[in-house]
């Protein structure tokens, strides 16, 4: 067979051209599955304007704003939809779903799945089933005593700034007192940060890290070069994940070496005692960033909701006045140096609306959780999402429905005395009901309740200098924190 001339070959591509062109521009419009859900124009075509929000903290805000502007349907990326949707958190989410997580999860933590990237539904099931104990509420009761004693330490080192009218910046306290607790908890051993700050080299690796980690699966390999990128800052965070990761490695290594470990309650040696269905235990590594894991989760997210909790108190004199008479009530006002046990705390009405509240509006995990539509495609309320798309919820929007929340961007406590049905379901700071879930929310109220008990209990506060709203805005990478990054008070111990 004779080659085709080059000539003729020519006048084809000339004549294919514009016709492939004409069809890519047409198509997120006319053929696309997902043409029918609203969105920006420019997100039929791309996700890096989205990736750029990611980058710059402010992704979870601009789809909020979407989803003001276009409804409880937007499509953000070619590929990808959010929704706020009730019925369709529970068909996303919920325990008989086939929606599995997406490669976002695949990237996190250095590669190796642990509880929360885990995106295989029968792995995830069995590593949740080996772990569930951990934060049973039988079991964090053994953690209160670990939790007390942190708190008075922070406390007493608060009001010795107090003392002599000098400022103490909340943030960098629930910050260093979350830390001490959490690692406590996880590997039998405190990094003293309540004492020493920041200083340690694993928790700043730890966290230098997440200066990448909500865009990474956007490059894919690239991963793999990524100590060779242009840009500094890319580099320092890889530098930090390998380093953290070796460090986490190497305590690990020195905890399992230890003669004592029998004897110990926390996390790593409840993961140490763990075992599958064959009597396997975990591996080593998968103990290293599983411990990592629950240390991310349970440091940052709770110092960001205290602080915000704690400055939305300060701001209300009425909420501040109900809050400290229900504690008065509740624990005496002999005793104001003791942490209060959280038995007198759980049920406490006033408190437990604050708490649920400053969650609702300030959620320390406000973004999309992303999961894959099965290969087959789904209908969702008359929306069909094509297999392998990506469908996702986020807390931001669900926690501001003004059909459920009323007046959605007021600080409002009472709001949760009569809780109806519909608040409960789309109030997912800790994720939809399923089975990812987080397994941790019951430390995190317990930590919660007993650190603003004790706060308020003992310290009259006062800011000390004006805080503008936009210090206190949202900033996210993946978790997120006040803009600012500080809460400067002054603390007086009360009579």
Known sequence: MALLHPEFLVRVAIFLLPITVIYLLLYPWYFSPLRKIPGPWYAAYTKWWLVYKTWT?????TIHDLHLKYGPWVRVAPDEVSTSDKEAITTIYGVNSDFVKTDFYTYQLRAI?????????????????????????????????????????????IAAEGKNFQPSNLYDWWHYLSMDIICELSFGLTFDMLHQGAANPYIKDM??????????????????????????????????????????RKIVQDYIQKQDKLHRKDLLQKMMDARDEYGRPLPEDDLNIQATSFILA??????????????????????????????????GTEDRLSVPSHAKLENLT????????????????????PRYVPPGGSYIK??????????????????????????PERFYPERWLNATPEMNKLYIPFGADGPRKCIGMWLAYMELRVILAALFHRFNLAFAHPISDESMDLHELWLANPKGQSLDVIARQKA
């Open 113 to 157: 799945p642990e509880l929360f990237t885990m995106s295989d539904r029968k792995a995830h099931a069995k590593r949740r089933r080996e772990l569930a104990h951990l934060f049973s509420m039988s079991t964090i009761s053994e953690y209160e005593d670990i939790i007390a004693r942190n708190a008075r330490e922070c406390m007493d080192l």
């Open 350 to 369: 006033y408190l437990n609306c604050i708490i649920k509240e400053g969650l609702r509006i300030d959620t320390a995990v406000p973004g999309s959780t």
């Open 298 to 331: 349970g440091s940052h997210t709770t110092s960001s909701s205290l602080t915000w909790i704690v400055w939305r108190i300060l701001t209300n004199a009425e909420m501040l006045q109900k809050l400290n008479q229900e504690l008065d009530e509740a624990l």
């Open 57 to 61: 903290g402010v992704r979870a805000k």
């Open 207 to 248: 966290y230098g890290s997440l200066q990448i980690e909500p865009v990474r699966w956007h490059f894919g390999w690239l991963n793999r070069y990524a100590h060779l990128a242009p840009f500094k800052f890319i580099r320092d965070a890889e530098a930090c994940s390998v380093r953290g990761f070796e460090r986490g």
């Open 382 to 407: 008359g929306n069909y999402l094509p297999g392998g798309s990506i469908i996702s919820a986020q807390a931001y929007t669900t926690h501001r429905d003004p059909k459920v929340f009323p007046d």
